[in-house]
């Protein structure tokens, strides 16, 4: 295959990115780009991107980099490629962990192409190929005047955040939530963030206008977004501004005041 299996970081829906959307074995997913949640490897050395020519990649930008146990740092993480080996060919995929891939139609239709390239029936270049332009990876960009800090928010749109469309947007350099009449909800709506925080310090700028507003904050105890994660609120009224509330039970872990920090298993 020519590389060494590092790991598998992702166990979750990633971004992929299709680097050759005219090559014949990315017909499938019809020169686009995609999202699609499987247990994904990590390639190491002796892997080299000028060896093969790669098909597919894991696309930071849209992926949840906050996992634990990535080796690579250079942000190249191949998914899919094919070279040749003598008079031999070769097509390396490590897609197929989970049951649901193989009822779709994409990647059976990929698992096929690869299959006919590889026994000869069906013909594609496999030279090396330079690698893409590197996209902007959101939340990687130092905050100015603020040391150690990275902005999750680059001012002009809400790349690396994943919400309802009809909710959320940008508006005059803000990430803006509103409702209307046509666009009403029930119960809480919420903009993620694409990856896992950890370690989380937050120097956050929020506005309500008619009622109450939050950002959910890490469980101690993991680190980790989930049910019974904590929020930072603030409301028109005033009155439940600056709380850190426990979403179990509601209870207050901290009131309105200058700064606090906390650890796993702190109590207020």
């Known amino acids: 295959m020519g590389a060494s299996f590092l790991g598998h970081p992702w166990n979750e829906e990633i971004g992929v990115r299709v680097e050759e959307p005219d090559h014949p074995l990315t017909a499938a997913f ?4 995609f999202r699609l949640a499987d247990e994904i490897y990590e390639y190491g050395d002796p892997w080299r ?10 696309d930071p930008a849209r992926t949840n980099m906050g996992v634990p146990w990535i080796h ?9 490629w094919v070279t040749t080996r003598g008079q031999g060919r070769l097509f390396v995929t490590s897609f197929g962990h989970r049951t649901e891939l193989f009822w779709d139609p994409r990647v059976l239709q990929f698992y096929l192409d690869g299959v006919q390239f590889a026994t000869g029936d069906l013909d594609a270049p496999t030279e090396p190929r330079p690698a893409p332009a590197r ?3 959101p939340g990687t960009e130092p905050v100015a005047g603020l040391p150690g800090f990275v902005s999750l928010f680059n001012g002009r749109d809400l790349a690396g ?7 959320w947007s940008v508006q005059e350099g803000a990430i803006t939530g509103q409702t209307t009449e046509s666009t009403r909800v029930t119960e809480n709506t919420f903009l993620t963030w694409k990856d896992e925080l950890r370690g989380l310090r937050v120097a956050p700028a929020l506005q309500a206008r008619g009622w109450q507003l939050g950002h ?3 469980r101690p105890q993991t680190g980790q977004l989930q049910p019974g994660s904590r929020s930072a609120d603030r409301d028109a009224g005033g009155h439940l501004g600056g709380r850190a509330v426990d979403r179990s039970d509601h209870g207050i872990h901290a009131a309105r005041g200058p700064g606090r920090t906390g ?3 702190d109590h207020p």
């Open 30 to 33: 019809g020169g686009a780009d």
């Open 49 to 58: 991107r000028d060896h093969v020519r790669v098909l597919l990649s894991l």
């Open 72 to 80: 690579r740092n250079d942000g190249d993480f191949a998914l899919a």
């Open 135 to 137: 996209r902007p990876v």
């Open 161 to 167: 955040w994943e919400g309802d469309p009809r909710i």
């Open 216 to 218: 959910l904050l890490p």
């Open 263 to 265: 650890r796993a298993g």
